[in-house]
């Protein structure tokens, strides 16, 4: 690993402040993809600056919303009564991911903020226009097993490895920044990007700004909620296709919907024309498979992942079916 | 390498760094020392900090006042440094889960942590777990359900099996499983490693 600078902070301000000075900067908090990379060589930054004893740790209900501090560690949401009780969704999605030592120090903005785990990304002696820009796209008739079949660009179509961001995506989550003028809001389904002609931007993160805490609504789709995750083990790997699926259902009849796929897209991929179709009617099979030929219509594969065009549907239609069914 | 024309001028790049670099910087890292060497304008003495941070720890009950480079992890500054060579380094990735430690409790892996983010924190290594000559019954449980083979692993699995009973993990062979996950056996010893949880979270077993 290259050596750079470490800082140490303990207030938001002077961490802005810190990353201000300095653009081949970065914050560190759990690290667990960060120290990857550098050890990798992917990115080299010339100082980090740990935001681990920034107070933002925080889980708590605030009115009708549910706070949750950028630095609050994967285990502790996902461990939390609050989150448990209001966001079961969001609870499943983070304990399907990684492992309980990655999850004790990885935190929600890290979570964020993590790369792809494009095999032509991590490998520096690969083209990747993700890593440098203009090389071109390895994975673009190369190994694509993992790799999105949504809204993807002759430039880039690597995946978000993310679970929690799927479930957050459907929860309509909202991020808060800061810089050092003040805070903005952004919904989060617009946070990340799709990689279009700038692959080398994930988010709508801009470069002076810190992500400080998450806002979630909460809603009525506790008890019919489910996180369906489809991988090549059983336990510890990253999706090859993902579905946050939310029902609220009063009189037979789908009155809320929410559905988010993961390991498809470049961001968390929310199925809105497939919602929009349920709304209103009954939650059958019939209507559930219409919903996922719906969430299909756009979908391309190339080549090693075509199977996703059939995991995807079935995967949909798995993850209302088990919401539903929960009592 | 290339060429000779580009040769690093250390002195004046430490310099030219000292100069960009606040105070304020050098603050958050160690007041006093920080402030008595700017009082002495000791521009070594300022690079040196900025090469070095200092880390105070306590592993296995043992406090540690020393100083590290910022780029060192938590496993290689506990096998290299304190020569504690039972944390394994298995992928040093966090692929793997050979080099779990027990950080203020909880396990991590100690190849994606810095040392120097440890500051101030507790930590247990497998070094750290039997009481003298008496094995902590984690340890005695897999000896007597065979929860290894080449044992590669196992550092790691005990610290997580410890971790895991803790957290409560552990109501059924299933949710062991799920929750030791980020522990990898190549020998494929799970099944015994799970008998071996089963037995210590119903209160067995002493050696």
């Given at each position: 690993m290259i050596n750079f600078q470490y800082l140490r902070t303990t207030t938001a301000k002077s961490a802005i402040a810190l990353l201000l000075k300095d653009k081949n900067s970065k914050f560190i908090a759990g690290g667990t993809n960060l120290i990857d990379l550098m050890k990798r060589g992917v990115t080299a930054p010339e100082k980090l600056i740990d935001i681990n004893h920034v107070p933002l740790k925080q889980i708590e209900l605030v009115g009708d919303k549910v706070i949750i501090g950028a630095l609050a560690s994967n285990t502790a949401v996902a461990e939390n009564s609050l989150i448990k009780e209001k966001l079961p969704l969001l609870a499943m999605a983070l304990n399907a991911g990684a492992s309980a030592q990655l999850r004790n120090v990885a935190t929600v903005g890290g979570n964020m903020m993590q790369r792809t785990r494009c095999g032509y990304f991590y490998d520096i002696e690969m083209p990747c226009n993700k890593r440098q820009?203009?090389?071109?796209?390895?994975a673009i008739g190369g190994f694509n097993r993992m790799h999105a079949i949504f809204g993807t660009s002759d430039k880039c179509i690597a995946v978000h490895p993310s679970d929690m961001c799927v479930a957050l995506t459907a929860l309509d989550a909202v991020v808060v920044l800061a810089n050092a003028k003040g805070e903005r809001k952004i919904l989060f389904k617009d946070f990340h990007r799709l990689a279009g002609d700038t692959p080398q931007l994930d988010n709508n993160l801009k470069a002076d700004e810190m992500i400080i805490r998450l806002e979630i609504p909460i809603n009525n789709l506790v008890k019919n909620s489910h996180y369906l995750k489809v991988r090549d083990r059983a336990s510890y790997a990253f999706a090859l296709v993902s579905v946050a699926a939310g029902l609220e259902i009063s009189n037979n009849k789908i009155t809320d919907v929410r559905l988010t796929m993961g390991g498809v897209a470049h961001k968390p991929w929310r199925l809105t024309a497939s919602e929009n179709f349920l709304k209103?009617?009954?939650?059958?099979v019939e209507n559930f498979e219409q919903a996922a030929k719906l969430a299909m219509t756009d979908a391309k594969s190339f080549g090693e992942n075509d199977f996703k065009l059939q995991m995807a549907p079935n995967s949909i239609i798995e993850a209302l079916t088990v919401a539903k069914s929960k009592a | 390498m290339q060429s000779s024309d580009k040769k690093p001028n250390q002195g004046d790049s430490r310099r030219d760094f000292l100069k960009k670099s606040s105070l304020i910087t050098a603050i958050a890292l160690t007041p006093s020392v920080a402030l008595k060497a700017a009082e002495n304008q000791a521009d070594e003495r300022f690079a040196e900090l900025f090469e070095k941070i200092p880390l105070n720890l306590t592993v296995n009950n043992k406090a540690y006042k020393t100083s590290v480079e910022p780029r060192i992890t938590l496993l290689d500054y506990l096998r290299e440094e304190l020569h504690l060579m039972g944390t394994k380094k298995g992928c040093?990735?966090?692929?793997?889960?050979?080099c779990t430690v027990h950080v203020n409790g909880e396990r991590v892996n100690s190849c994606l942590s810095l040392a120097v983010m440890n500051e101030g924190k507790k930590i247990t290594t497998i070094e750290g777990l039997a009481n003298g000559e008496e094995l902590h019954p984690m340890q005695a449980a897999f000896i007597k359900h065979d929860g290894f083979q080449c044992g590669y692993c196992t550092p790691g699995q005990v610290m997580s099996a410890v971790a895991c009973v803790k957290e409560g993990h552990t109501n059924s062979r299933a949710e062991i499983s799920e929750y030791m996950s980020g522990n990898i056996c190549r020998c494929g010893a799970y099944p015994n490693i799970v008998d071996a949880i089963v037995e210590v979270s119903k209160g067995g077993t002493k050696a």
């Open positions: 820009p203009g090389s071109g796209c390895g209103g009617k009954e939650a059958t | 040093d990735h966090g692929q793997c889960g050979a």
